[in-house]
């Protein structure tokens, strides 16, 4: 489950990165 936290820590960090960033 990394993709999960790590789309959650883009997000906090940058929520455009953190919804359409490389993790997507």
């Known amino acids: 489950m990394e993709s999960t936290q790590g789309w959650k820590t883009n ?3 940058d929520p455009l990165q ?5 993790n997507h």
Do not use: A
């Open 18 to 22: 953190g919804i359409g960033g490389p």
């Open 11 to 13: 997000t906090l960090k």
